[in-house]
Each structure stands twice: as structure tokens, then as C-alpha cells.
């Protein structure tokens, strides 16, 4: 009887050990990429006020925990690495801030903080695919529209980073150069 209950006991001990560790949760953040290049296109050659309209992300995105491709059809989400705010309002962002460090002194701007500015071009942004696959490749897929006064142009562009290492860090990293690529492509390609 003794045995049963010190058995119990170190039973009950071990579980309680094993219930009270948890693993804590990682949060990550997008980052602008620095560039040296100001691009010097038809863009400088006039005042451009781009508007960014919302864009839009496939609902497989719309959780705060990072996205990992394990193939064509299986997706995971990573339970303790998570995003630290929602990843269509960090990507907004950063496109934004991308965007604009790369046309100074002319400027994109959110659809929000358009309040009696009238804007030049309208931008529309449709985000495909935002992941990470097993081959350490970071993948972005878009497509997006230009609308001038003259006419409207739609494009659409698969962008591809090595990741470092598997580390989450150099996850995020790599899809921080996705962001700034589809920034230089967009600029760089753009006509009025």
C-alpha cells in the first residue's frame, strides 16, 4: 500500500513538473530594407503622389503564427513563433516605408492617410503567397494593378529568397527582402 501511494505521488509530482513548463512564444516584426539606390526612372521626373490601396492577403495568412510550407498542399503553423502584430498591417508598412526611401523626394501613401491630397497613380496589391518552404526558400507571390488617368496595367511576379539558416529570424529576414524586391520591381518597371 505504501508503494502505491509514494508511486502516486512521484506520479503526480512528475506531471505537475511536466504541465507547469511551457514554452514561450517568439514574436517577430518585418524590417525595412535599406537601400543606397534612389531610383531615377519617369518617377523624378514629376511631382507622383501614389496611393496604396488596401491590400489584400490570403486567408491562410490571417493568423498571428508564422507560416511554414511543408509542400504543395500542407501548411503549418508554427505554434510559438508568432507574428507581433497582424502580418497584412506589418507588411503594409514596410512596403510603404520600402517604397518611399526608394522615390524620394516623391512618396506612396496609404489609402488612409489620403485626406485631401489627390493622388497620381492608385496602387493595388494582391498578396498571393507569404511563406516559407522546407527548401529554406522564402516565396513571395503577387499581383497588383496600376491605375493612371491614361489607363490601368496588371502585373503579377513570383519572388524567391534563401533563408540563411532554419532559424525563425532568418525566416523573417529573408521575407523582409521579399518585401523590399517587390518595392525595387514595382519601381522600377513602372511607367505613365
Known amino acids: 500500500m505504501k508503494f502505491k501511494k509514494t508511486h502516486l505521488l512521484i506520479s503526480l509530482f512528475f506531471f505537475a513538473i511536466a504541465c507547469s513548463s511551457t514554452v514561450k512564444t517568439s514574436f517577430y516584426q518585418l524590417q525595412t530594407i535599406e537601400t543606397a539606390e534612389i531610383y531615377h526612372n519617369k518617377l523624378q521626373s514629376k511631382e507622383i503622389r501614389i496611393q496604396l490601396n488596401q491590400i489584400k492577403f490570403p486567408e491562410y495568412l490571417d493568423h498571428p503564427q508564422i507560416v511554414i ?3 504543395d498542399y ?4 508554427s505554434e510559438n513563433h508568432h507574428w507581433a502584430e497582424p502580418l ?3 507588411f503594409s508598412r514596410i512596403f510603404i516605408a520600402n517604397f518611399n526611401r526608394r522615390i524620394a523626394p516623391n512618396h506612396i501613401l496609404g489609402y488612409s492617410e489620403l485626406k485631401n491630397i489627390k493622388a497620381n497613380i492608385q496602387l493595388s ?3 498571393l503567397q507569404l511563406d516559407v518552404d522546407n527548401n529554406k526558400q522564402a516565396v513571395l507571390a ?3 494593378g496600376l491605375l493612371t488617368a491614361k489607363n490601368i496595367q496588371w502585373f503579377s511576379k513570383k519572388f524567391n529568397v534563401p533563408v540563411e539558416d532554419n532559424s525563425y529570424e532568418s525566416k523573417v529576414e529573408a521575407q523582409s527582402q521579399l518585401i523590399a524586391l517587390l518595392s525595387d520591381y514595382i519601381i522600377k518597371n513602372m511607367t505613365l
Open 125 to 127: 496589391i494582391e498578396v
Open 74 to 77: 500542407k501548411l503549418q503553423l
Open 69 to 71: 510550407r511543408k509542400n
Open 142 to 144: 503577387v499581383r497588383w
Open 88 to 90: 497584412e498591417n506589418e
